[in-house]
């Protein structure tokens, strides 16, 4: 028996329409490592300490320094607890647009490559090996805007609008931008956007 309940909203789901699966399908999406690698604290060099500790947020590597590391994160010195006491936990960024042969390296070679690059800036060259906390790879990272990024989402959406599909929205940092602050921003007008749609066919 059909249950004929009455509803204020229903979803469905579509094949996504196919000139704008394909426009949505150009954007590029880099891979990124993250490794999380831990050392003694005496592994600090010395100038890099303040009042003995390793203080701050982290650090970018520019490619100058001839480096594949993309940035490292302060990891034990930002959160409590996250490592025994004597260690600092440092989370590790390596791949990007220009390096994307990480996705070809095994974990082992990725931790490799990231104390290779610490020990010419913040580890002392003769400190121990360091202890491997995790590794993620992502294949698909962080999405660039490369020119021409705006003229394929635009023709994306205008792809959508044309199946006349209502109520169907794009989000993401590949719409908006890839900080966080625009992230959340975005949200709230899709947020916006969205609410304004539904009110348009609340229940009554």
């Known amino acids: 028996m059909i249950d004929e309940s009455q509803?204020?909203?229903?979803?469905?789901?579509?094949?996504?329409?196919?000139?704008?699966?394909?426009?949505?399908?150009?954007?590029?999406?880099?891979?990124?490592?993250?490794?999380?690698?831990?050392?003694?604290?005496?592994?600090?060099?010395?100038?890099?300490?303040?009042?003995?500790?390793?203080?701050?947020?982290?650090?970018?590597?520019?490619?100058?320094?001839?480096?594949?590391?993309?940035?490292?994160?302060?990891?034990?010195?930002?959160?409590?607890?996250?490592?025994?006491?004597?260690?600092?936990?440092?989370?590790?960024?390596?791949?990007?647009?220009?390096?994307?042969?990480?996705?070809?390296?095994?974990?082992?070679?990725?931790?490799?490559?990231?104390?290779?690059?610490?020990?010419?800036?913040?580890?002392?060259p003769d400190a121990k090996d360091p202890f491997k906390v995790g590794v993620k790879v992502w294949p698909q990272a962080i999405p660039q805007f490369l020119v021409g990024h705006f003229d394929i989402l635009d023709k994306a959406k205008t792809a959508l609008k044309d199946t006349g599909l209502k109520g169907l929205f794009l989000g993401g940092n590949y719409a908006s931008g890839v900080a966080l602050g625009r992230c959340v921003e975005a949200a709230n007008e899709a947020a916006a956007e969205v609410t304004d749609f539904l009110s348009q066919y609340a229940y009554k």
């Open 7 to 124: 509803c204020s909203h229903c979803v469905q789901t579509y094949v996504l329409q196919a000139v704008a699966a394909e426009e949505l399908s150009k954007f590029y999406y880099p891979p990124v490592a993250a490794v999380a690698i831990s050392y003694p604290k005496a592994a600090i060099r010395q100038e890099c300490l303040i009042e003995g500790e390793l203080k701050g947020f982290g650090q970018l590597h520019p490619r100058s320094q001839g480096v594949e590391t993309l940035g490292t994160i302060y990891s034990s010195s930002l959160f409590p607890n996250r490592v025994p006491p004597g260690r600092v936990l440092l989370s590790n960024y390596i791949g990007g647009a220009t390096n994307p042969g990480i996705l070809s390296k095994t974990e082992s070679q990725l931790v490799e490559a990231v104390d290779r690059d610490l020990r010419k800036m913040l580890i002392k």
